[in-house]
C-alpha cells in the first residue's frame, strides 16, 4: 500500500518562505521519479518541481530561482523549499510518484498522489 502523506503547508504574506514535506510509505523511493504539483481553484494541475531516480531535477518556469525540490532516500522524505512567495503561488500543493527513472512534469507520469496541502500567499 503506497502513501504519500504531505505538510508544512499554511499562509503566508507575499515574500515569505515556507517548507513541504512528504513522507513516502510502502513504495521503492530510491529509485523513483518524485515531484510536487499545485492546483489553483479553477485551474488545471501543474507540475511544479520534479525531482529523478538520477537526483535530476525539473522546475516549471514560474518557479525557477525561488523553489527547491529536495529528497532524502534513507528517510523516505521528498522537500520543497519555497521562498519569495507571491500570490499567484497560491494553491493545493500535491506530492506524487512515479515508476519512472527522469523527472517528469506531466501528470500522466504518476501513478500515486498525496491528499494535498494548502498554501496561500497573501499580498
Known amino acids: 500500500q503506497v502513501q504519500l502523506v504531505e505538510s508544512g503547508g499554511g499562509s503566508v504574506q507575499s515574500g515569505g518562505s515556507l517548507r513541504l514535506s512528504c513522507a513516502v510509505f510502502?513504495?521503492?523511493?530510491?529509485?523513483?521519479?518524485m515531484a510536487w504539483f499545485r492546483q489553483a481553484p479553477g485551474k488545471e494541475r501543474e507540475g511544479v518541481a520534479a525531482?529523478?531516480?538520477?537526483?535530476?531535477?525539473r522546475y516549471t518556469d514560474s518557479v525557477k530561482g525561488r523553489f527547491t525540490i529536495s529528497k532524502d532516500n534513507r528517510k523516505k522524505t521528498l522537500w520543497l523549499q519555497m521562498d519569495s512567495l507571491k500570490p499567484e503561488d497560491t494553491a493545493i500543493y500535491y506530492c506524487?510518484?512515479?515508476?519512472?527513472?527522469?523527472?517528469?512534469?506531466?501528470?500522466?507520469?504518476?501513478?500515486?498522489w498525496g491528499q494535498g496541502t494548502q498554501v496561500t500567499v497573501s499580498s
Open positions: 525531482i529523478g531516480g538520477d537526483k535530476g531535477v
Open positions: 510502502g513504495y521503492t523511493y530510491s529509485w523513483s521519479c
Open positions: 506524487a510518484a512515479s515508476g519512472r527513472w527522469f523527472a517528469s512534469l506531466l501528470p500522466g507520469d504518476y501513478a500515486y
